[in-house]
């Protein structure tokens, strides 16, 4: 095996864990793969010979090209925050794939990363690192010129924000289903009472249409205008295909071939706590829904 067979094999290995932090860093499956790949570029020009922890060396080459990412974006960014909703993992809802529980243990909800797109960048990088793949304080603080102390402030901050915005799914996926069922069945129905009932008092409802579908783009709250506007959904029902969306049930919309929309929803409680809409054509076909528009 050459050097370079050698170099690609190492970095392959790495590879899963990198796209994992960058997707949770950047809330794009896009631009997690334009990281990885930036990232790929510095290992193959670095001389990594001598360095004892790859993953990590790898893990902070990443987390860097992310910040720089956030930071670029933060600057060029106009649209508010609370109306887009991240790119979302979507996958086929089968208990029977070997693959499903993997899915499910790796995922990471929609509703968190909502939220860390309103962190400022460093702290989303804090929370990240440290809260989710366990990197200490130490290492975080180098990448951002923080000292630890500091580092450790911005962490606490962030998950303060996450633990008082961001609803923990529920644990169950088979109860997620019932209620994601039940919610169509009653939009189907045009039962206002039974979907405010099936939806958390403060429920949140985004729609990301995109630039070529404005109208698409709103948020609503409260479970009266959510209920109103799902009655909506429900001439949805017979072109919407389950699907795991961030690893748990959703669904994707689809007619003639070609899909509408991801929605996913955050249940917990046994109630619809945020449902989240991607409808922006463009974002779609870069998600490869293939599978779903059979």
Sequence with gaps: MDERARLTERFEIHRPRLRAVAYRMLGS????????????????????????????????????????????????????????????????????????????????GLALLVVLDTLAPAERLAFVLHDLFAVPFDDIAGMIGRSPAATRQLASRARRRVRDRAPVPEPDPERSREVVSAFFAAARGGHVDELVALLDPEVVLRSDGGTQRPRHTVTITGASAVASQ???????????????????????VTAHGRPLSVMGFTVAGGRIHEIDVLADPERLRRLGLAEFAG
Excluded: M
């Excluded at 909703?85 to 086929?92: H, Q, R």
């Excluded at 799902?230 to 049930?249: D, M, Q």
């Design 29 to 108: 499956a896009s631009e997690a793969d334009d990281a990885v790949q930036e990232t790929w570029l510095r290992f193959d020009r670095a001389e990594v010979g001598e360095v004892d922890d790859l993953g990590a060396w790898l893990t902070t080459v990443v987390a860097r090209v992310c910040l720089n990412l956030l930071r670029t974006r933060a600057r060029r960014r106009e649209e508010p925050l609370d109306t887009r909703v991240p790119d979302p993992v979507v996958t086929v809802d089968d208990e029977a794939d070997p693959a499903h529980a993997a899915v499910l243990a790796d995922s990471v």
């Design 230 to 252: 799902a009655v909506t959904f429900g001439s949805l029902a017979p072109w919407a295909r389950p699907a795991l969306v961030n690893g748990t049930p959703g669904v994707v």
